[in-house]
């Protein structure tokens, strides 16, 4: 039987009185990457937050499980090292090295006020070094350009060493050829086993992950393989048909559908 690595059931989050979130039932997983999809204002940010128990309790009816237990009775130490978040835009020390930055990823590892030890230094290094991130690795966070800032966050998520990494909008100031090295960095992880959880808007590049979720309006509309046919429709029914997905040098890829040239 396949394991589950992120369970939601019945899921429903409100921020202030709005109601972002309903009746979200979805079963991610374990050793798959999971890409989820849909228009600005779908509420995959807010879905992501919930996967991750970073919305406070109160906002959220339902409950989340992690790897078969229910996320809010994990220990928050232990919650964090089973689970790596990345965020969207997110804010970090910009006063630390980008060293320092990826080794907060290891704080849960570590005991309190403890230093960091070999493993810790070790799990640091190849992070930076997977990202790209390791020339730079003296540098304050400050002075990173976008791109580069976001490789150090990432490699920060990668250090945890964590089971299930859940990333929103990781791709975001990247450019291309590290948007295919996180292709690489991802599917190696899935193929270790573990279980990788992201936020696109690049359509071509969320097919190629394993399985897709697509949403709308706070709700999944659809869940599925993303070789699918059926995910292929659900992702062109929810952007109004203004993308097709093609099969091109083997590979799924979202294309604008244009109006066809006149012919000259
Ligand atoms: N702090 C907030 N207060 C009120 N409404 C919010 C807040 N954060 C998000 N929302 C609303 O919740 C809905 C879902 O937002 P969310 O960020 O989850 O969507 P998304 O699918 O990730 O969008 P995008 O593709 O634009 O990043 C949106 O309508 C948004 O305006």
């Given at each position: 039987m396949k394991s589950i690595a992120v369970c939601a059931c019945q899921i429903s989050a409100s921020i202030g009185n709005r109601l972002?979130?309903?009746g979200i039932n979805l079963q991610l997983p374990a050793g798959r990457w999971t890409s989820i999809v849909g228009p600005n204002g779908a509420g995959k940010s807010t879905l992501l937050k919930v996967l991750a128990g970073?919305?406070?309790?109160?906002a959220v009816q339902g409950e989340v499980q992690l790897l078969g237990r229910p996320l809010a009775q994990i220990p928050a130490r232990e919650r964090a090292r089973q689970l790596a978040w990345l965020g969207q835009n997110e804010g970090s020390a910009?006063?630390?090295?980008s060293y320092d930055v990826a080794m907060l990823g290891r704080l849960p590892h570590q005991a309190w006020l403890a230093p960091p030890g070999a493993a810790d230094h070790a799990a640091v290094e190849q992070a930076l070094r997977t990202t790209q991130a390791w020339d730079w690795r003296?540098?304050?966070?400050?002075?990173?350009?976008g791109g580069e800032r976001q490789r150090v966050l990432l490699a920060r998520a990668l250090a945890v060493q964590a089971q299930v990494l859940l990333m929103d909008e990781?791709?975001?100031?990247?450019?291309p050829p590290h948007q295919t090295d996180w292709l690489h960095t991802m599917r190696t992880l899935v193929d270790a086993g573990g279980t990788v959880v992201s936020v696109l808007h690049e359509v071509s590049l969320a097919l190629q992950a394993d399985d897709m979720v697509v949403m709308a309006g706070g709700r999944v509309l659809h869940q599925g393989p993303c070789d699918a046919p059926a995910t292929h429709a659900a992702l062109e029914e929810v952007f109004d048909h203004r993308i097709q997905v093609r099969h091109l040098d083997g590979m799924w890829m979202a294309l604008p559908s244009l109006p066809n040239k006149k012919s000259q």
């Open positions: 972002i979130l309903q970073l919305l406070p309790g109160t910009d006063d630390l090295t003296h540098r304050p966070l400050s002075q990173l350009s990781p791709l975001a100031n990247l450019d």
